[in-house]
């Protein structure tokens, strides 16, 4: 328990960072970098601690920043990466590897932003709940900031800032199949996939854009300073129907990328080997796979944004939570998996066919009579 002298020394020393006048009035900035919008549950807060859960905060806090700074190191596509690497010799003159190594970069440093986000975990807040017997209006208090929505600063950090890194990283990596099928195709079909791509893209730059119309002085209502949950939901519901248009634009595009290759590409390849021989083999059936990922699950997200919509217009329900985000994740890092194995077959193969056109030259076989040479992995070396 605070003493009278160490509550108003509190009071004293953190008052500025609480907006608990003139809200509609108070800028962006002061949003952020607040601490909460009542300094009284605060107070209480810190009333119901004592000195081992002070120390627990401490080691919390440290074990946090060290958390964030291993994040790069636990990122999905970490030992992916590193292998590319080692296979590729270091050599990031390549297309390719500047790819993977910009695809790293900023989706980890996106991953370490939203660890550190944990730094942030209170934002000091007036509770209000309408007591349904009485029809009174009662207050109290929220401390923690479960959420980034429910933290200024985290939302601006995580869901701003970090939003613009792990979506540029993926941005970046779309370009991969666009580059594979350049490399190969250079008649006027290629036009498909450029555009297909661009709307990729465009979809991805529209879930940026979406997080900064959400603003930090959006989280909270003016009135009392609690947390404007119906605010927060309908952001999300715009959210989720973005997210819809991304997973429809990268079938598209994996789709399109798909025919053209089949179309210009693959056509000589022999329809009697198996589909394992023609996936370790063929970049076309390796970005199929994906495609077709994509459009099994597509039917799922596209009933739950419907479901979501018609319980919010016919019954008002906001809060009903839908969500498969993990389910979204694992489908749209299937794309970027398929980046790294088409990197190791193309690179195995080209090991293979070297071998075997050393033989044959050996020999005095030509290569014309025994078997095409120019398949995948030699017409795509051009986007290493």
């Given amino acids: 328990m605070l003493s009278q002298s160490e509550i108003d020394d509190n009071i ?43 120390i627990n905060d401490r080691i919390d806090f440290i074990r946090t920043i060290f958390y964030s700074l291993n994040t790069p190191f636990k990122f999905l596509f970490f030992y992916w990466t590193i292998l590319v690497f080692i296979l590729h010799k270091f050599n990031f003159k390549k297309p390719v ?34 007591n349904q017997i ?21 939302w601006v950090l995580t869901r701003q800032l970090g939003i613009i890194l792990w979506f540029s990283g993926e941005i970046i990596a779309d370009w991969y199949p666009l580059l594979r099928t350049k490399a190969v195709v250079k008649n006027k079909s290629i036009r498909v996939v450029y555009g297909t ?41 715009y959210y989720w129907v973005i997210h819809l248009i991304i997973i429809y634009s990268s ?38 796979i994906s495609a077709i990922v994509s459009a099994i699950f597509l039917p799922i997200f596209s009933v739950t944004i419907f479901i979501k919509f018609y319980y919010f217009k016919e019954k008002n329900y906001h809060r009903l939570e839908f969500s498969f985000d993990e389910i979204r994740q694992s489908i749209v890092n299937i794309q970027y998996y398929m980046i790294f194995i088409d990197q190791i077959f193309l690179i195995f193969s ?15 076989i030509s290569s014309t009579k025994n078997g095409d040479f120019n398949d995948d992995a030699n017409n795509s070396n051009r986007v290493h």
């Fill in 12 to 54: 004293s020393r953190y008052s500025k960072y609480f907006i608990e006048n003139d809200r509609n009035h108070t800028s962006s900035w002061q949003w952020i970098f607040s601490k909460g919008t009542n300094i009284s549950c605060f107070i209480q807060y810190l009333n119901s601690t004592n000195e081992e859960d002070r």
């Fill in 97 to 130: 590897m500047k790819i993977i190594l910009a695809h790293f970069i900023l989706r980890s440093l996106g991953d370490a932003i939203e660890e550190a986000g944990k730094l942030l975990p209170r934002y000091y807040s007036t509770k209000v709940t309408i």
């Fill in 134 to 154: 009485t029809n009174t209006t009662e207050f109290g208090c929220n401390y923690f900031s479960d959420t980034p929505e429910k933290h200024p600063l985290r």
């Fill in 197 to 237: 791509c661009a709307m990729f893209n465009i979809s991805k730059l529209a879930i940026i854009i979406c997080h900064f119309f959400l603003w930090p002085s959006d989280l909270y209502k003016t009135e009392y300073g609690q947390y404007n949950q119906y605010h927060v939901d309908m952001f999300y519901f």
């Fill in 251 to 288: 079938m598209i595009y994996e789709f399109s990328v798909y025919r053209v290759l089949k179309k210009n590409v693959f056509q000589s390849m022999q329809s009697n080997e198996g589909f394992l021989k023609k996936f370790k083999s063929i970049s076309e059936y390796r970005i199929l």
């Fill in 350 to 364: 080209k090991k293979q066919n070297t071998k075997m056109r050393s033989f044959m030259s050996y020999n005095g």
